[in-house]
């Protein structure tokens, strides 16, 4: 009898402490732009800080927060990788050519001070283990850099030697290359390698051109076999995979996809009341999210099954990077999958759907 009694107020002490961390989760944070960086036209860092200069909540490696823009038809929320910071402030990039119903409104008209609602920092995109390798090798395309620099402050802190390999268009887009360059010249454990794939005269220390097969091989990545974390768009992150494999790496490679792949087609969704058509979405979630539907979501890595949303008809297609068995009563994970038809979803919240009231 006492171990039922036990077996009872351990499952409460779960659900409690579950829903305490949710309600944290959802309750947005009142931040303000404090400064902002162009990387030529393609990116916009900015830095947020506290309305009130307050110290936030702390984050780590590979964390994201989520910003949340009031619209027309209610909140639209999209995650960025947080890629620099302390506890009274944090960096994030954004890309301007995806401008969308979140970055759109923020970056239309910038100024000092301009108030941005933003979710807690959560999950990690990519986790360094506790003792990660003694090698690891880290590969970032365009703005998929971001999550990418606090890991290789983190793995040189924990003892790793680190290759980090920028795949950009122009110079003016190398984010954070002074402060890396500086990294790597105060630190014989770290190489960092910028290449440029459109400059038309790079500076020394560049590469020229597009991140081939043949370059990563130079690069030794073939003698890789500590673990490899590859950012990017889904066609980055394919392409790169089947290079890094192809040249016989036998590390462990980690992928995120940041941004749409170019063969996602304009499906129509239908999903808690509304409908709308969405393609070039990173994931299921991310459609859902830039058009007011907003499924609780944690970790955004397909790990913390907080995401499910139920596919009543229609198909979806799995991320490749995040490939998992199915769950019970027709329930997947929106951070991980695209629309692969037209579909109907049913977002409650017995699958996850935010129970904050949104106004
Ligand atoms: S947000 Fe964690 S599984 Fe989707």
Redesign the pocket.
Known sequence: MVWLVGIVLAFGLLVVSYKRKKRYLETPLRLQVRSWQRYGDAYIGLALEGQRGEQLPTWSAGSHIVLEIPGANGLSRRAYSLIGGGDRCYEIVMARKFRGKVSEPVLSDLQVGQPILALPPRGRFFKLAKNPAKMICLIGGGVGLAPLVPMVKEALAKGSSVQLIHAARYEAELIKSGELESLAQLNSRFIYTPILSQEPDPLPGRLRGRLTADILRTRGVQQFDGDVYLCGSTDFVRDITRMVRGNGCRGTIHAEAFAGNSDNLPFTIEAGGKKFRQGHAPTL?AALEENGILPF???????????RVKVRSGRVTPLVAMERGPLPDGAV????CVAASDITLDVPAKYGMTDRPIG
């Open positions: 979630l979501a944690e970790c955004r890595t397909g790990q913390c099954l907080n995401c994970l929106a951070c991980a």
